[in-house]
T-cell receptor, first 113, second 113 residues
Framework: NAGVTQTPKFQVLKTGQSMTLQCAQD?????MYWYRQDPGMGLRLIYY???????DKGEVPNGYNVSRLNKREFSLRLESAAPSQTSVYFC????????????FGSGTRLTVV | AQSVTQLGSHVSVSEGALVLLRCNYS??????LFWYVQYPNQGLQLLLK??????LVKGINGFEAEFKKSETSFHLTKPSAHMSDAAEYFC???????????FGTGTRLKVLA
């Protein structure tokens, strides 16, 4: 089925470990996004890529890096995980301009202990 | 800067009663506005969107929302609640050309039998 695929779905990390969250879309969308969702805080934008070859910081970029590998794939890396990064991470994509709304992946639930 | 406020983090209605979820926005230009629904342990799904066409927008599952510029509001309504409507609902705003959506903090809807 067409959509946004995120891997892994669940992950437990120890403080200081690193990991990469993967996201791929097969809808030929230009723009891709990473959000984190925390109770009572809604969704907050970490990084986004308006088009292939570009990336920009969102509201809460500290502690994260991203790579737009190609038009389909947009990865999020935690270099040295901290407990404050315990969250649910969502990847989303859309056509440039955002008029059509995002398509979201099913999320990655990350716990840092 | 654009922003979104959702009044009421929790709303309870009886089955068959009117559902009203409130969203107010701030934007320096005519915005795009969206409502998303999130069922437990799932990603977000687009319910409906306003992108400067008709001010009354109909979405999936019997939901609709009305864009009121004078009140800077985009409230979500459904005439008769169903048990399956229990979920968390997010309002989002985007300024055309900015590539980013700003999400509200969400409203959890509970439907009472």
């Amino acid at each position: 089925n067409a959509g946004v695929t995120q891997t892994p779905k669940f992950q437990v990390l120890k403080t200081g470990q690193s990991m990469t969250l993967q996201c791929a879309q097969d809808m030929n969308h230009n723009s891709m996004y990473w959000y984190r969702q925390d109770p009572g805080m809604g969704l907050r934008l970490i990084y986004y890529s308006a088009s292939e070859g570009t990336t920009d910081k969102g509201e809460v970029p500290n502690g994260y890096n991203v790579s737009r590998l190609n038009k389909r794939e947009f990865s999020l890396r935690l270099e040295s995980a901290a407990p404050s990064q315990t969250s649910v991470y969502f990847c989303a994509s859309t056509w440039t301009g955002g008029v059509d709304g995002y398509t979201f992946g099913s999320g990655t639930r990350l716990t840092v202990v | 800067a654009q922003s979104v406020t959702q009044l009421g983090s929790h709303v309870s209605v009886s089955e068959g009663a009117l559902v009203l979820l409130r969203c107010n926005y701030s934007s320096s230009v005519p915005p795009y506005l969206f409502w998303y629904v999130q069922y437990p342990n799932q990603g977000l799904q687009l319910l409906l969107k306003y992108t400067s066409a008709a001010t009354l927008v109909k979405g999936i599952n019997g939901f609709e929302a009305e864009f009121k510029k004078s009140e800077t509001s985009f409230h979500l309504t459904k005439p008769s609640a169903h048990m399956s409507d229990a979920a968390e609902y997010f309002c989002a705003v985007s300024e055309p050309g900015t590539y980013k959506y700003i999400f509200g903090t969400g409203t959890r809807l509970k439907v009472l039998a």
